[in-house]
Structure formats: C-alpha cells, structure tokens
C-alpha cells in the first residue's frame, strides 16, 4: 500500500502545483515581446480543451487593423514597402503561419508563410510583396508576366523557366543569357545562325541539324566535323570520297554504298573487305575465284552462278546437289555412277565400244543429259573433276 | 579479469543502459534528419502504453494476476520498461521545454538505472542462493526455488527490501508526474 499512497499524495501535490503555478511547470517557453502581459494567464489564448484557437487572436489582432493600428487602437506609421494582407485572410487561419513560446521575438514565433492562404488577386501579384528581392540580371529584366509562371511559392528553386516569356528581341538572342554554354567545336564556333534553328528551349538534346546550313567548302568536309566518328575499317580508310557520296546527313545507316567507287585491284578483291562474310562450305572455301564471278555487289542472293556452264541439268539430270556431289566439302568432285543408267561396268563397256579410253571426266564431253550430248576427244585424261 | 562477478553481472547491464542513450540519440537524429520528428509525439503515447505494461509485473506480484510464472513477468517488466523509455526519451527530443515533463524525463532514467540495479542484485541474489542450495545438497536451480512464494517473500524483504524502499517511491513520483503531464497536455489540446 505504500507505494499507492506515495503515487496519492506525489499526484495531489503535484496537481496543486500545476494550477498554482502553470507559467513555471507547463509553460513551453517565453512567450513573445507582445504578449509578456499575460504569462500567466494561460487561459487567455489557450481555451480549455479547444487548443490555441484564432478566435482568442483576433479578439485583439483584428485581421483588417493589421500593420493600420496596434491592438491598442492606436493608428501605426504609413509604411508603403509593407502589403496589407492580413485583411483578406481566413479568419480561423492564425496559426498557420503564427505560434507562440518560442521566445521573446516576435519573428521567432513565425512558421513557414502560406501563400495559398492569401488572397487570389494578391497572390498573382508577387512583386508586391517581393519588391526589393527581384534579381537585377539581364533574364529577370527582360521577363515579362508573374514571377509565379517560373517560380514556385514554396522555393525559388528550382524554376520552371518559359522562353515565350522573354522579350521578342531577347527570345532570339539565345547567346545573351547562354553564351558560356555555347560549345567550342567546329560546328558551333562557325554557326552563324540562332540557336534555336537547331536546339529547342527545353533541351540542348536531341538537336535538329540541318546540313545545309553548313556552308561553302564546309559543308562538303564531313570529316572536318566528324571526325572521331570516322570507322577505322578497310572500306573507311582508303576511302577518299566525301561521307555524303554513302551516307546520309540524318542517319550513318542505311549506306548506299556503290562497289563501282572502289578503283584498281581493290575493286576486285571483294574478300579484303567481306573477309568475316565469306561462307566457310565446301563450295566457298575451295573457290579461288573472285565473289563477283557468281554474286553481284547489290545483293549476296541469289547469286549468279551458272551450272550449265559446266553441265546442264535438264531432264533426268534436276537432282539435288548430293545426287552428284557426294562430298559437300569438295564441290568440283562429282560422281555420275551414282544412277542405276550409269553403272561402271556398261559406261566402261560403252566407251571401249567407241574407242574411247579415257573417260573418266564425263562432263569433259557430255555437257547435258542427251544420249548425243557427247563429243569424241581421243587420248584425254579426265578424271571426274572438272 | 572476464571471470570476475562485477564483469559478469555488471557489464551487461551498464551495457543495456548506455545503449537505451545511444540508441535514442540516434532515432532522434534519424527522425530529425527525415523531417519526421512529428512521430516522436506518438511515440509519447506508445512508450506510455509499454511502460504500463511493465507493471504487469507487480501485479503478478500482488497476485492481482494469476496465472504466468514471475519469472516470464519480470523479464516482461525488463523489456516492456527497456523499450518504453526508449520512446519516451525520442518523445522528448521534440523540443518542448516544460519543466514538468523534462522532469519526468529525468526521473525517468533515475527509475530506470535503478531497475537495472535491481536487476544486479537480483542476480547476485540468485548466485548466492545457488551456491547454498548446493552447499545443503539440495537439487535445482535458483530460478526453480523463485517460483516458491514462501522463498520469494524471504529474498524480496531480505535481499531486495531496501533497493525497493528507494525504487518504489521514485516510480510512484514518476507515475504522478506522467498522469499530470498527460492531463495537463489534454487540457490544452484542441480536440475539435
């Protein structure tokens, strides 16, 4: 029981304590200049259970005697840098931007200003307030409007800047507020023109460069410009037209490239450039021909290559390539044995028939599948390769 | 020197009482770094809400609660008062300035550094009672013997008796200065 009493007792006391003496127990901190008066009143602005309303603030700070008279009624000093705007204000809304206990100043007591509680037609007009706080530089000159089309009512940074709110001769001359941004390369340093022509006001990027205001001999010197973009490839090195004969101003890629621009012997060595594009078959990788004897310089398919040129395929003869060509790393061997019409036997039987000894390179003098397609040749020596 | 008793029983607890400070520093930097001091008024409320809860404990003593061992209720009592004072203290960081409640704030941590003493003399008690239960041959351990009320009435008005003279009368202050505080915060709150 006796810790009870304690609790009792200390509580009793205590209680006492508080309602004697609430300035010292309770109070947050000093209160302001102004309301020194009543320190120990508490009741006069806190009401019981109801807070530290506006209502007790304005029975003596009438809104619409603010700055005019003092709360005594007395008529204060015309001050014409200061706005009239408590009058327009929401009556319950004190403390939003006021308090109290926080020492002796009065500007101690002030919470961040709420420009939303005043008035409209006040609120538009910013420079009314922040006469003396308008940056004297040459963008803020020229600006024309409310400081609230770029600035926010929170900070004043960062802004929302809107170029149509430049003046006409200022909104063109783009170097007059940017011209340490300006770069220093061979583009820039030579533009004459705005930049507006290629830059937009929102970004620097993407820009819309048009080539044609490149002028003069400039404008033919892709590389005077382009130069760390140059590829350093076989085609791009020996290269000695103008990008442009190729490419486009607008993208690097699709190229237009023509193969008849390549002089001498490197116009026909195809593989000094198409190297990684050779196909690695038999039939590629055995050829010591040039590309061009079967493929054309616009497209790889399809080529040109010209069977007959060695044997016709007509008539029994469309078969697939393996029919003859048994061993597909090895396309300049082929088999005609491989019919039941071609057996060893009745070709050898045939051949000796005519005389004919050597005839192991049937397409030496058949050139198609007709029984007359052949051709005597006396005394050759083919072997089945052509 | 890592064997020795005041080591063992006393480093913990220095340790959970400077930790209770660090760890409070440390959320009031946090919350005022993240403009999120405001919590701290709520946390007023919470840390009271665990506060109370500690006194489970002596209800259990009083037998106004049945059933549960003391043992689990003392260590209730322990955590529930470790992490309530924890919020009170970040409850205080929010610069209010009245000398009630900065007052209770301290006797606060006064009634808390004695909880951590009673905590050591318990301990120190259970050791003691240990060896001479083994002295006399008879099984057990201490923490068994504890949940005899006729050994616990004897180790409370012995051993405990005068820590408890001095603890008892500051967390009765202590309550009455909360109770004053919260009413007198009710009071002047705007409840509309």
Redesign the interface.
């Known amino acids: 029981m006796?810790?009870?009493l304690?609790?009792i007792a200390?509580?009793v006391i205590?209680?006492a304590l508080?309602l004697a003496f609430?300035h010292?127990?309770?109070?947050?901190?000093p209160l302001m200049q102004g309301h020194q008066g009543f320190r120990k009143d508490?009741l006069r602005c806190?009401?019981?259970?109801?807070?530290?309303?506006a209502l007790q603030c304005i029975s003596c700070h009438k809104p619409a005697d603010i700055g005019v008279r003092n709360v005594a009624g007395d008529f204060l000093a015309v001050d014409s840098s200061k706005v009239l705007f408590h009058g327009g204000l929401d009556n319950a809304s004190c403390s939003a931007c006021h308090t109290d206990h926080r020492g002796i100043g009065a500007k101690k007591a002030l919470r961040t200003f709420r420009h939303e509680s005043v008035a409209p037609t006040l609120r538009r007009d910013c420079i009314s307030c922040h006469r003396n706080r308008k940056p004297n530089d040459l963008l803020h000159r020229s600006a024309q409007g409310n400081c609230a089309d770029c600035h926010g009512m929170k900070k004043w940074k960062p802004a929302m800047f809107v170029h149509d709110k430049l003046q006409a001769d200022l909104s063109k001359n783009c170097t007059a507020c940017h011209k340490a941004e300006r770069p220093n390369d061979n583009v820039h340093v030579n533009m004459t023109v705005s930049c507006g022509e290629c830059h937009g006001t929102k970004r620097w990027k993407p820009a819309t460069f048009d080539h044609s205001r490149v002028s003069g001999a400039t404008g033919k010197q892709c590389i005077s410009c382009h130069k760390a973009e140059r590829p350093n490839d076989n085609v791009h090195v020996n290269m000695t037209v103008s990008c442009g004969e190729c490419h486009g101003t607008k993208r690097w890629k699709p190229a237009t490239f023509d193969h008849s621009r390549f002089s001498g012997a490197t116009g026909k060595q195809c593989i000094s450039c198409h190297k990684a594009d050779r196909p690695s078959d038999g039939l590629h990788i055995g050829s010591q021909a040039s590309c061009a004897t079967c493929h054309s310089t616009r497209r790889w398919t399809p080529s040109t290559f010209d069977h007959s040129r060695y044997f016709r395929l007509d008539g029994d003869h469309r078969a697939s390539c393996r029919t003859c060509h048994t061993d597909p790393a090895k396309y300049k061997t082929y088999t005609c044995y491989n019919c039941h019409e071609h057996s060893p036997a009745s070709i050898a039987s045939e051949h000796r028939e005519e005389g004919i000894a050597n005839y192991r390179n049937c397409v030496r003098c058949h050139r198609d599948g007709s029984e007359g397609g052949g051709y005597r040749e006396r005394g050759g020596s083919g072997d089945g390769d052509d | 020197m890592w064997q020795s008793v005041l080591i063992q029983r006393a480093l913990p607890l220095a340790a959970s009482y400077a930790l209770l400070i660090l760890a409070a520093l440390s959320l009031d930097v946090l919350l005022h770094a993240a403009h999120l001091a405001w919590i701290g008024r709520y946390l007023g409320l919470t840390g009271t809400v665990f506060l109370a809860a500690s006194f489970g404990y002596s209800a259990r003593k009083q037998k106004m609660i049945k059933s549960g061992t003391v043992r689990l209720f003392l260590r209730m009592h322990c955590n529930a008062g470790w992490v309530g004072t924890l919020m009170i203290l970040v409850h205080s960081g929010i610069h209010f300035n009245a000398v009630l409640p900065w007052t209770a704030t301290a006797l606060m941590m006064v009634v808390t550094a004695s909880g951590h003493v009673g905590q050591y003399l318990l301990k120190k008690v259970k050791a003691e009672v240990t060896m001479k239960m083994k002295q006399l041959g008879i099984e057990g351990s201490a923490d068994d013997a504890i949940e005899q009320q006729r050994f616990w009435d004897s180790v409370t008005v012995r051993a405990l008796g005068r820590w408890r003279s001095v603890h008892m009368p500051m967390v009765s202050f202590l309550l009455s200065l909360t109770i004053v505080h919260i009413l007198s915060i009710a009071f002047f709150l705007n409840w509309r």
């Open positions: 006796k810790p009870l304690a609790f200390s509580t205590l209680a508080v609430p010292v127990l309770l109070n947050p901190g508490c806190h009401k019981p259970l109801g807070g530290a309303g």
